[in-house]
């Protein structure tokens, strides 16, 4: 007789991780699969989040790289520094949140199996057979389960993509450095973006503190398939340009990852189907602006707990209101977010990336956090005058 669960989560990123943790304070009986080895294996990530994160899902400060109070934004020729006194957010340890979710859903019941990939499901009345394929020895495994969870992010291997759907991709390379005091004191407190020509065309890229002395630093490129910018330089160019100017005392490269995440134009995922659901960068929660998607995965997987526990004790009979609850925490916020997306990194005329960061100087520092993480655009109304009225004394000024 094959192993039976309530629910088979398939990926333990922060959504899958997540929603094992909730569905196993249910008393439900979770399976959770992850085809890495280990952790350590996939720990890209910044993992930047305002401080009510802590609170919104529970999480001990333990878990915490570092804390920011100043957000830095810099193109090849200017810059734009938000800062406060009081912490303003946190940059999460991703590889110990991770193993944080997964060890309490292992403490109350969960089921942990690492190193399996999904292979396929098949649905029988109200069970479904999942088989999985350990990927040391080859060999294939089934399980029986009422609910099936794809929060495999961006591959979406068990609810796969509409068959048309737009998409935008963006691949990134990120290093864990440890670097000099004098170099850590530089950027401690402070998560840094980085844009235009110089630093990164068609993207961005990024220093973010860790535990001293460490640091994320990385680069990462929108629109892979395009090449709005001609003639870009690889990934490794801009990486070491990053170390070059801002490391020149040396450092030490302790962990290096690379990724590539595939978001859907206008979220036109494909969010459930029968008993299966599919929760985080499955479903394009991640942020296209700065690509933020650590709080919003976990948000979907909280949501879509709520909604399997309802199926599994027979008040629901499918998952047509977990879509409806998603389109209302998106909604047209992800809409606009799309919009500056492109209008950020589509650029191929420095002096209006110039213009972008200048027109953020306006900004105070809670208007750029709701900005940033809240995704309240209402300073966008500043941030639209500014920028024209930059433009327009630049192009004065070039006349002139």
């Known amino acids: 007789m094959l192993p039976l669960y309530d629910a088979v989560i398939v990926g333990a990123g922060p959504a899958g991780g997540e929603c094992a943790r909730r569905l196993s304070y249910a008393k439900k009986r979770v399976l959770l699969v992850e085809k890495a080895s280990d952790l350590s294996s996939n720990n890209y990530s910044t993992a930047g989040a305002p ?47 991770r193993q944080f979710l997964i060890e309490e859903a292992e403490a109350h019941g969960a089921k942990v199996h690492f190193g399996f990939s999904y292979v396929s499901s098949r649905q029988e009345d109200e069970q479904l057979f999942v088989t999985f394929r350990d990927r040391k020895t080859g060999e294939e495994q089934s399980v029986s389960t009422s609910v099936l969870v794809d929060a495999t992010g961006s591959e979406r291997a068990v609810l796969k993509s509409k068959q048309g759907a737009k998409t935008v991709q963006a691949t990134g390379l990120e290093c864990l450095v440890e670097v000099k005091e004098r170099d850590f004191a530089r950027w401690e407190e402070q998560i840094s973006f980085f844009l235009g020509q110089k630093w990164m065309p068609q993207g961005y890229s990024w220093i973010f503190p860790m535990e001293r002395p460490l640091l994320k ?184």
């Open 51 to 97: 401080l009510e994160t802590l609170k919104q899902f529970a999480l001990p400060a333990t878990l915490i790289g570092s804390y920011f109070r100043k957000i830095g934004l810099f193109s090849t020729e200017e810059s734009s520094l938000f800062e406060e006194k009081r912490p303003l957010g946190v940059v999460f340890d991703f590889k110990r949140l």
């Open 217 to 400: 630093v990385g680069v990462g490129r929108y629109f892979k398939n395009e090449k709005i910018v001609p003639h870009m330089q690889s990934f490794t160019f801009y990486l070491d340009l990053l170390f070059s100017t801002f490391f020149p005392g040396g450092f030490k490269v302790v962990e290096k990852h690379g990724k590539t995440l595939t978001y859907t134009l206008g979220q036109e995922d494909r969010r459930h189907q029968g008993r299966i659901v599919a929760i985080g960068d499955a479903v394009s929660t991640i942020n296209p602006i700065a690509l933020e998607g650590i709080r919003h995965a976990m948000t979907s997987a909280s949501m879509a707990s709520s909604h399997i526990v309802e199926v599994l004790d027979g008040e629901r009979d499918d998952f047509s209101d977990y879509e409806q609850e998603l389109k209302v925490y998106f909604g047209w916020k992800w809409r606009f977010a799309e919009a500056f997306m492109h209008v950020v990194y589509g650029q191929t005329v420095d002096k209006k990336t110039d213009a972008i960061v200048r027109a953020f100087q306006a900004f105070t520092v809670d208007e750029m956090m709701a900005f940033a993480f809240h995704y309240r655009f209402r300073p966008a109304l500043k941030f639209c005058w500014n920028y024209v009225r930059t433009l327009f004394k630049s192009c004065w000024e070039e006349r002139g």
